[in-house]
């Protein structure tokens, strides 16, 4: 078993915020072509296919980097938490694509996805002991925490949970 950070996360900080803003600038700037694509598809002699292509990148360089986030941010709390993550993309994806073209029943689909990915965030954040608070303004004082959980007090430090654990050699009988 591999040490895992004080906080419950199964990645260093290190390791997500790397690729938090390497996902972040993904989303800039593949959004960013998407979007310059779009103004070039509405220049006069534009071919017709142009703007398919505009509508194409945009909305890949929106849902690819959330959908990443997601599947790494559920696989950091556990393992096997991408699929959530996947449930909850999908749910955020199928409620919009739904409300826009007006089908009822993906728009539906799309809101119990979601729901059901927050639902097991919550649920495997709890597992892992992850500190969790609920993100509005009033409440960002108060983490919800177990109250087995583990110290957080040495973050930062040389904590002992951390160090990796060295096995000892089965010494054979002579």
Known sequence: MSARHPSGFRFSDDTINRWSGSLVAVLFVVTGVGLGLGLASDTEGSPGWLGIV???????GVVGPILAAAV???ESIRRG???????????????????????GWAFWTGVVATGL??????????IAKVPMYIGVPWAHGGVVKRSDAAPTERIGTDDPRL????RTALKRPR
């Open 54 to 60: 505009a509508t194409v990148v945009t909305v890949g």
């Open 72 to 74: 790494f941010g559920g």
């Open 81 to 103: 938490g991408g699929v959530i993550g996947a449930l909850f993309t999908y749910g955020l994806v199928a409620g919009a694509a739904g409300l826009g073209l007006g089908i």
């Open 117 to 126: 990915g927050v639902v097991g965030f919550w649920v495997i954040g709890w």
């Open 163 to 166: 160090r990796p654990r060295r």
